[in-house]
């Protein structure tokens, strides 16, 4: 069985969208015109690269993506990688950097019960949040910026659901003020 992990740049209030400059969002690119860059903050980036063995987005990461990952030396180890998108519209994949796609939550859990490694899911807001919601999150990888964005997508869903207890199994504070925290979800 493969464990799911989302990870995320988050502002302090939840908000997800447009950290790396993504057109259409008030604030997009707040992870980089927010705070002093800190190479030791991204150290985790880094290490999910190695550990993943597939990625696996929602249909909008994928296709701003796929454009430009493939082109990205900083990104030659998810390149190498099985990718996954899960949509309901999408109609083929991008020859430039193809993916096989899922259609459901339930294909994504019958995804985790194959053997391989972590399957990590960057971006993908809308996805991240259905995950959870079905209880297919296994671990979050969170850099916390040290900002509140008000409106935006969020990380989080605010359906009516069961509390989920989390464990806190790695943090660190940089010196820029962006926080790592490494959870996993406690059942």
Do not use: C
Not at 21 to 27: A, C, D, I, K
Not at 155 to 171: A, I, K, M, N, Y
Request: net charge negative; proline share 5%.
């Amino acid at each position: 069985m493969r464990d799911l992990i989302v990870t995320a740049f988050v502002s302090v209030d939840g908000v997800m969208e447009a950290p790396g400059g993504e057109p259409g969002y008030r604030n997009s690119g707040w992870t980089v015109s927010s705070v002093e860059m800190d190479e030791a903050a991204f150290e985790i980036k880094g290490r999910e690269q190695d550990e993943a063995g597939a990625l696996l987005l929602g249909r909008r990461s994928y296709e701003a993506f796929a454009p430009i990952w493939p082109r990205r030396e900083e990104f030659a180890g998810y390149n190498s990688k099985p990718r996954y998108v899960v949509s309901t519209t999408l109609t083929e994949e991008d020859p430039r950097w193809p993916a096989t796609i899922l259609r459901t939550v339930e294909d994504v859990a019958e995804l985790k019960r194959t053997e391989g490694g972590p399957l990590s899911v960057h971006g993908s807001a809308t996805l991240g949040r259905s995950l959870a919601d079905a209880g297919l999150v296994d671990r979050y990888h969170l850099l916390v910026f040290p900002v509140l964005l008000g409106a935006g997508r969020r990380l989080f869903s605010d359906t009516d659901q069961d509390l989920t207890r989390l464990g806190l199994v790695e943090h660190e504070v940089y010196a820029n003020g962006v926080q790592k925290q490494v959870f996993d979800v406690l059942r």
